[in-house]
């Protein structure tokens, strides 16, 4: 049975950083797609990024470059997103998420987290 366990949100100033972590267990994250979402109040969950075979990495918004960097430990079976200089908009929950590939958005993945919640006052 898959399980993906995020842990590391919280509440963080405007300008600050916070590094989510994401346990995996029951799925190989080799040769599978790994990917970050989220949802802030009164939108649709989008995609944030992902890692295709700990190597491959696209960001489905492109925005968030230079702020959001993926990254995963096959050792600890863990992906991490860490979050730098994060704004108010950047609030809501995220979720991680595990699929044979990354492109075709949300719906090509099939193993999900409960969500972590990141609020960001300004």
């Known amino acids: 049975q898959v399980q993906l366990v995020e842990s590391g949100g919280g509440s963080v100033q405007a300008g600050g950083s916070l590094k989510l972590s994401c346990a995996v267990s029951?799925?190989?994250?080799?040769?599978?797609?790994m990917g970050w979402f989220r949802q802030s109040p009164g939108k649709e969950r989008e995609g944030v990024v992902a890692?295709?075979?700990?190597?491959?990495?696209?960001y489905y918004d492109n925005s968030l470059r230079g702020r959001f960097t993926i990254s995963q430990d096959n050792a600890k079976n863990t992906v991490y997103l860490q979050m730098n200089s994060l704004k108010a908009e950047d609030t809501g929950v995220y979720y991680c998420a595990a699929g044979p590939y990354c492109s075709g958005g949300a719906r090509v993945f099939n193993a999900w987290g409960q969500g972590t919640q990141v609020t960001v006052s300004s």
């Open positions: 890692i295709y075979s700990g190597e491959i990495i696209t």
């Open positions: 029951g799925y190989t994250q080799n040769s599978h797609c």
